[in-house]
């Protein structure tokens, strides 16, 4: 597609129960990331993809959080055990590159998920 | 925040005024960028300014840079209701692939 893709726009579940997140980024693009942002915050890092491995995993809060990318194109991060305080909108971006010459990050609308 | 902050966090002015939004920072830096975001949605990337320049203009945008204080500035010239978002300033690390945003400042512009 023309930009980044994520999908479900909006998802509401049950606390412990677990959710999968999707991320379509724009072809060609090597780079991938995860960031988390809470109602009226600052975006916080969760990871990082260069093709399909992970350099940087720093950002995961928890063991209840992992992401995987394959195929260089599409990831999925999953949160096992959903808490209430997993609630928050996750943001998928893509570039050409990551690295010291990382470019624009183009940013898709977001999946939010709502943890009751 | 994760890496630096932007201040002020709130900021209202009049349409036609300008308006100048800060970012600080704590490591060196290869590039900083800045990103829009209206309510509800993804953030728009707006302006990258590279470690080794001092001043970037595009449209009504002008972005500096000290990297001697590690700071960088926004400035929107001749503001219009329709700039009413949050921005964010992002910055890229010599020694880490992430790009690590600052809080963020919300801009209200009033018609």
């Known amino acids: 597609g023309a930009g980044v893709s994520q999908s479900p726009s909006n998802k509401v579940t049950e606390k412990g129960k677990d959710v999968e997140l999707r991320c379509d980024p724009i072809?060609?693009?090597?780079?991938l990331y995860w960031y988390r942002q809470s109602l009226g915050q600052g975006l916080e890092f969760l990871i990082y993809f260069q093709g399909n491995s992970a350099p940087d995993k720093s950002g995961l809060p928890s063991d209840r959080f992992s992401a995987e990318r394959t195929g260089g194109s599409v990831s999925t991060l999953t949160i096992q055990r959903t808490q209430q305080e997993d609630s928050a909108v996750y943001l998928c971006?893509?570039?050409?590159?990551?690295?010291?010459?990382?470019?624009?990050?183009?940013f898709g609308e977001g999946s939010r998920l709502t943890v009751l | 925040s994760q890496q630096g902050e932007e201040d002020p966090q709130a900021l209202s002015i009049q349409e036609g005024e300008n308006a100048t939004m800060n970012c600080s920072y704590k490591?060196?830096?290869?590039?900083l960028q800045w990103y829009r975001q209206n309510s509800g949605r993804g953030l728009v990337h707006l302006i990258l300014?590279?470690?080794?320049?001092r001043e970037k203009h595009s449209g009504r945008l002008r972005v500096t840079l000290d990297t001697s204080k590690k700071s960088s500035s926004l400035l929107i010239t001749a503001s219009r209701a329709a700039d009413t978002a949050s921005y964010f300033c992002a910055q890229i690390n010599t020694n880490a692939g992430k790009s690590t945003f600052g809080d963020g400042t919300t801009l209200t512009v009033k018609p």
């Open positions: 072809s060609g693009h090597t780079a």
């Open positions: 490591t060196s830096i290869n590039n």
């Open positions: 300014i590279r470690s080794n320049e």
């Open positions: 971006a893509s570039s050409f590159r990551a690295g010291t010459n990382t470019g624009e990050l183009f």
